[in-house]
């Protein structure tokens, strides 16, 4: 692991702390700090994930981050220059775009290194959202998720290629272990799910927020497709927070009614164990509408020796080798989807087996928490030196 200089303290601000990529990592990063001999701090109104945080010794420094008020945006800037201060914060980091202008705002005011983690392929049909979105590429340099996201960072900011760094998502092997996913862990969530103890059909898990870019409207159309053709032998969990999207959690639930899926499709909630929750399915679906910069939720359930159908777009072009590790469907297309459903329910068990370890092998050849956190350290310490 890079060496960290003597008192080093880094400063990650991000919106909250319930669940996501950005924030998985956020608390990956924190661990990481920790581990090497610093301190770590997260600004962020905090959440569920802040347990998490406190037990790796890192530090919750709770203050209306998520806030897009520029009245609200700029108290969080005085709040984060008196920690920059207070603290002796030696580099700030911003994954998030409204709290990162006041983190852009409070490092200058303090003269910290400032850099930024582009986590997403953020929408800009205005010019005012460009620069809205052009906060992410202001710092002393530019990470971003995966490739995919590093060319649309240049191609749209038009950032010079040499201050942007990729760097994937990493993915906890320590966590997520099938050596350490036990079958009581796996009965515990059939159980909470009301699942039958012997279930012949295939199940298919779609981790992830209940949101509408996540493409499960698409899988129901494809669900009802199959049922209509005669196929019932699948169940498609759901699993996943709506985070206050009660309107479409329930347009969900009214489609799975209309079309009699009661039996095939279910919204089961947040899941705090989905290592145990992809060991229990059979495959994982990522059909997400816009392109994933990443798409965490492919990773992972290959580091559980899962297939994975994802859209043919984005980041899963990237992370799902198809024909050996998974497949890649025309996105928002619920025939093409059907098709692929299908296609994996009848796939023999020695050929998904084979998929699975092909999988978990790329996982953890290319996608580990451990050089994430490497490369991340390691652009601290390119940025550090600079300044010096």
């Known amino acids: 692991m890079t060496p960290l200089p003597p008192d080093f303290a880094l400063l990650q601000v991000v919106p909250e702390l319930e669940t996501g990529g950005a924030e998985q990592t956020a608390l990956d990063i924190a661990q990481a ?63 998030s775009r409204a709290p990162a202008f006041s ?67 990493g993915v906890d092997f320590t966590r997520f272990d099938i050596r350490k996913v036990t079958a009581a862990r796996v009965q515990a969530l059939r159980d909470l799910w009301s699942l039958p103890k012997k ?20 899988i129901i159309e494809a669900a009802a497709r199959l049922k209509s053709e005669g196929r019932e032998d699948f169940l498609i969990l759901f699993v996943g927070d709506d985070q206050g999207r009660v309107e479409y959690r329930q347009e969900l639930e009214d489609a799975i009614a209309a079309a009699g899926l009661g039996a095939q499709v279910r919204l089961v909630g947040h899941c705090d164990d989905m290592p145990a929750a992809y060991r229990l399915g059979d495959f994982a679906l990522l059909p997400s509408t816009q392109p994933e910069s990443f798409g965490r939720a ?55 087996r084979t998929m699975g370890e092909a999988g978990l092998a790329r996982a953890r050849r290319l996608y580990s928490v451990d050089a994430m956190c490497e490369a991340t350290l390691a652009v601290y310490a390119r940025i550090l030196e600079g300044r010096a």
């Open 298 to 352: 492919a990773v992972e359930p290959q580091a559980m020796a899962r297939p994975v159908l994802v859209s043919d777009h984005g980041g899963g072009r990237e992370t799902v080798v198809e024909g050996e590790t998974g497949w890649r469907l025309p996105p928002g297309e619920s025939e093409a989807w059907a098709r692929g459903l299908a296609r994996a329910m009848d796939t023999d068990v020695v050929a998904r």
């Open 199 to 218: 279930d012949a059909r295939t199940i298919f898990v779609l981790g992830g927020r209940i949101t509408r870019l996540k493409g499960h409207a698409t």
């Open 33 to 95: 700090v920790v581990k090497a001999g610093g301190r770590a701090f997260v600004a962020s109104k905090g959440g569920r994930m802040t347990t998490r945080l406190e037990a790796d010794g890192g530090r919750l420094a709770q203050m209306p981050a998520q806030s897009k008020n520029p009245l609200v945006m700029l108290g969080n800037t005085a709040r984060l220059i008196d920690l920059i201060r207070r603290e002796k914060i030696t580099l700030v980091h911003a994954r």
């Open 103 to 169: 983190a852009l705002w409070a490092a200058h005011a303090t003269k910290v290194p400032f850099v930024a983690t582009y986590h997403g392929i953020y929408n800009a049909k205005s010019g005012l959202k460009r620069w809205y979105n052009a906060v992410m590429t202001r710092g002393d340099l530019v990470i971003a998720n995966s490739d995919y996201t590093r060319e649309h960072v240049i191609a749209e900011h038009g950032v010079d290629p040499a201050r942007i760094v990729a760097i994937p998502r």
